[in-house]
């Protein structure tokens, strides 16, 4: 519906690991953690067995110093996005509020999906999706910045929810099990507010909803984890290689219409950045050294100069960049006015397809309790009786006549 008078367009944030060819045409499985190695030698003057049986000794003491977790945060989050779907359908009330065509699955009750035609993922209306949270530009230059991190929970449909949650727990519950659900926690709200945030300084019409940002961050929060922590992986061009064609085809698919790839390059880059913040680990000789009881008297450094490095630069690089991206943002500014070629990031048109967003507009009139709508776009013209109060919103029927 625009941004005038208001949305008609849904932008769902596809999630970036799975193989899923009802949501998109290219994907990869989660990228695996790279084992770690053991720099220690064998004493001077050993067998070869006893070498042998000292690597394998250290490898197995080596994953014993670094804490496993019991993952429980990613979980909580999965349960929390599909019970927040539930409600919203509850919310959507496809049989009472449509007026024109029919619900899908009707006999499921208010919880029956609004037609294929105007939302193709078996989900609610953009109007529901709105009014729980979705992102609105609009709204969030007029004061409800809330949006920005509300929306990253809410989802277009079943089909955008089984693939979102089915990435969030082959991805998040590895890296929690890893590193903890403090950092995991604050790693994947961060990004989902990071893609939210590009995503609202690039595309201003129609709305956005989905946690595909925040997933997006975790992969680049395993890649920047791959880099910071170099030294104790062994293979680790295999793993980094891996990772990145994995990236690169998750993004490649952004470019079809309707994706919001803003959202998941916004996600990517925080999570990249909060990476190297989050997630750096001390040296594996500062580990062994502490809890050796022959320690000698000086132990290594915690970490190696490169790490604080960029600890400190990705520190920086955040904090400026959502200060400057909110004041942008709270200001109005449209960065695809200062970037011409920009747009192609998240949509190139084709033959097959368009990346112009549908715009609607209606024309009403009212009397007594029936309100004659007219679709501007279409010439479809509608007169519906208004009951009561509860009747649906001007707005959302002229969606649905557009549509």
């Not at 084992?35 to 197995?60: I, Y």
């Not at 804490?67 to 927040?84: D, E, K, M, T």
């Not at 984890?225 to 990236?247: D, H, Q, R, S």
Request: net charge positive.
């Amino acid at each position: 519906m625009g941004r005038d008078p208001s949305p008609a367009t849904l932008e769902v944030k596809i999630h970036p690991s799975r193989d899923d060819a009802a949501v998109h045409n290219g994907s990869g499985s989660s990228a695996p953690i790279p084992p770690r190695h053991s720099r220690r030698t064998s004493p001077a003057g050993s067998s070869s067995s006893s070498n042998s049986s000292s690597s394998a000794a250290t490898r197995s003491r080596e994953f014993s110093l670094f804490r496993r977790w019991i993952p429980w945060l990613v979980p909580c989050f999965v349960v929390a996005n599909v019970v927040l779907f539930l409600i919203t359908m509850y919310v959507n009330d496809c049989p009472k509020h449509l007026f024109r065509g029919s619900c899908v699955a009707s006999f499921l009750g208010r919880f029956s999906f609004q037609p294929l035609k105007e939302n193709p993922l078996l989900g609610p209306s953009s109007y529901t999706l709105e009014k729980m949270g979705a992102l609105v530009v609009d709204k969030v230059i007029h004061g409800q910045a809330w949006r920005l991190l509300s929306c990253m929970w809410l989802h277009g449909g079943v089909v955008h929810v089984l693939a979102n949650m089915l990435s969030l727990v082959f991805i998040g519950i590895r890296l929690e099990q890893e590193f903890g659900f403090v950092r995991i926690g604050f790693l994947y709200v961060i990004s989902g507010f990071g893609g939210s945030l590009l995503s609202a300084l690039f595309i201003q019409s129609g709305i956005s909803v989905g946690a595909s940002g925040a997933l997006f961050g975790l992969l680049g929060g395993m890649l920047s984890e791959i880099l910071i922590n170099w030294t104790i992986y062994a293979n680790k061009f295999a793993a980094l290689l891996t990772l990145i064609v994995i990236t690169l085809i998750n993004l490649a698919v952004g470019i079809l219409p309707h994706v919001d790839n803003f959202a998941h390059i916004g996600g990517f880059l925080s999570g990249f950045f909060l990476g190297f913040v989050f997630l750096i680990r001390p040296q594996f000789k500062w580990i062994v050294q502490r809890n050796s009881s022959s320690a000698p008297s000086s132990l290594k450094d915690r970490h190696k100069p490169y790490q604080y490095i960029l600890w400190i630069i990705s520190f920086l690089l955040l904090t400026s960049g959502y200060i400057t991206g909110l004041i942008f943002l709270l200001r109005g500014v449209n960065l695809n006015n200062h970037c011409s070629w920009c747009h192609y990031l998240s949509c190139v048109p084709t033959r097959l397809w368009s990346c112009d967003a549908k715009r609607v507009y209606c024309e009403t009139s009212q009397i007594g309790n029936r309100l004659n709508i007219t679709c501007l776009s279409n010439g479809r013209s509608e007169l519906v009786d208004v009951p009561d109060a509860g009747f649906p919103d001007p707005l959302q029927l002229c969606f649905q006549l557009c549509g």
